[in-house]
T-cell receptor, first 115, second 115 residues
Framework: AQTVTQSQPEMSVQEAETVTLSCTYD???????LFWYKQPPSRQMILVIR??????QNATENRFSVNFQKAAKSFSLKISDSQLGDTAMYFC????????????FGKGITLSVRP | KAGVTQTPRYLIKTRGQQVTLSCSPI?????VSWYQQTPGQGLQFLFE???????NKGNFPGRFSGRQFSNSRSEMNVSTLELGDSALYLC??????????????FGEGSRLTVL
């Protein structure tokens, strides 16, 4: 079974600074996808960024980028120029694709951006 | 395009009662997944329906059940409610099964409190 671990329950960052959220996973598979989802307070969860395991290049979406270390089974999210709207819970998720597969989520990390 | 709609948003029940939650996916999406979110356990997968068929099921007791209608709308039912069922229940939709792309579109959730 696949597991996703987010060991930091909470983090705080000053507005405009950079913060990195950690995630590790465990799998014996070689082809899979990794995701970061964001859940703002009282709002719906949205997909932030996706990484295919077969791609060596780290995914980037505007101020969000990942550091994917396949050998170490590590998948961290870097948020640059943090904004107040980045305050949210962030979930790391793992998927081995297949019609009957399902996403496995970590327990999440609460990020607070201080003004 | 309207997002994923969940009803009701909030509800309070007492132990032993049953509850039905509804989810309307994004138009054109054929897959609906349900998750239970609690502070202690994080996001736990309940089940996924695709084209009215249950494609995957999480590790929950038989008190938790669901179904999907021909218009892709889905309902989940919890019978004989227990205090531990208090949670935010999230519905997510996708065009294909969640295991195909991993990209889920979430609703705002139904917050259930069991007294």
């Amino acid at each position: 079974a696949q597991t996703v671990t987010q060991s930091q329950p909470e983090m705080s960052v000053q507005e405009a600074e950079t913060v990195t959220l950690s995630c590790t996973y465990d799998t014996s598979e070689s082809n899979y996808y990794l995701f970061w989802y964001k859940q703002p307070p009282s709002r719906q969860m949205i997909l932030v960024i996706r990484q295919e395991a077969y791609k060596q290049q780290n995914a980037t979406e505007n101020r969000f980028s990942v550091n994917f270390q396949k050998a170490a089974k590590s998948f961290s999210l870097k948020i640059s120029d943090s904004q107040l709207g980045d305050t949210a819970m962030y979930f790391c998720a793992f998927l081995i694709t297949g019609a009957n597969s399902k996403l496995t989520f970590g327990k999440g990390i609460t990020l607070s951006v201080r003004p | 395009k309207a997002g994923v709609t969940q009803t009701p948003r909030y509800l309070i029940k007492t132990r032993g009662q049953q509850v039905t939650l509804s989810c309307s996916p994004i138009s054109g999406h054929r897959s609906v997944s349900w998750y239970q979110q609690t502070p202690g356990q994080g996001l736990q997968f309940l089940f996924e329906y695709f084209s009215e068929t249950q494609r995957n099921k999480g590790n929950f007791p038989g008190r938790f059940s669901g179904r999907q209608f021909s218009n892709s709308r889905s309902e989940m039912n919890v019978s004989t409610l227990e205090l531990g069922d208090s949670a935010l229940y999230l519905c997510a939709s996708s065009w294909l099964t969640s295991g195909t792309t991993g990209e889920l579109f979430f609703g705002e959730g139904s917050r259930l409190t069991v007294l």
